[in-house]
């Protein structure tokens, strides 16, 4: 979790930065299990918290005094938890949705297009995507009906954002050939 701290050492900033969360990362680590409401989450919110927080200091946004970091770091903390919190609980819905058939809308709905056109589209498109691999499927979906960036992807399963990017197109191109097979693209 602290390898960003070791590649910008230099800085006395961050030197204080990182002893100070060392000394306090299980403090820090049993409040975030608190706000947050997934314990998978707890650890990337905590590596984000902490960027942040160094980056404030770096920046002279925050003293670098173990007061100020603590307030500072539990506000991050408490900040990120509820956004993390409405992402998953967002998600839950969505899957929630999309397993129960009711599935996304379609993608581009064309203005002619009957709704029982558009339904199928619908189910089209919720076919393609159980057809493509779990890691494609879920790219797909946290990137399309999840809303999340390529970056907060990237973030949540610890890859770098060009591997999730070409992935993702890599799944696009899939979900392609397999709806133009049905003359739908």
């Not at 900033?13 to 299980?26: L, N, V, Y």
């Not at 996304?104 to 919720?126: G, L, T, W, Y």
């Not at 691999?133 to 970056?151: C, M």
Request: net charge neutral.
């Amino acid at each position: 979790m602290l390898r960003w701290w070791k590649r910008n050492a230099e800085d006395e900033a961050r030197e204080k930065c990182r002893a100070w969360f060392r000394a306090s990362m299980h403090r820090l680590l049993a409040y975030a299990r608190l706000q947050v409401d997934v314990d998978t989450d707890v650890e990337v919110l905590l590596s984000g918290v902490i960027e942040r927080v160094a980056e404030a200091v770096a920046q002279g946004r925050v003293p670098a005094e173990e007061e100020d970091l603590l307030r500072y770091s539990m506000s991050s903390i408490r900040h990120e938890a509820i956004r993390a919190n409405r992402r998953n609980c967002n998600r839950r819905e969505a899957e929630q949705q999309y397993f129960a058939g009711a599935g996304p809308e379609p993608v581009s709905e064309h203005p002619r297009m009957s709704e029982a056109d558009a339904e199928v589209r619908a189910q089209h498109i919720r076919c393609a995507v159980q057809q493509l691999p779990a890691e494609q499927a879920e790219l797909i979906i946290l990137h399309i009906w999840e809303e999340l960036s390529i970056a907060e992807i990237a973030r949540r399963f610890r890859t770098p954002e060009s591997t999730i990017r070409s992935r993702y197109i890599v799944a696009l191109r899939t979900m392609k050939s397999y709806l133009s097979t049905l003359d739908i693209c």
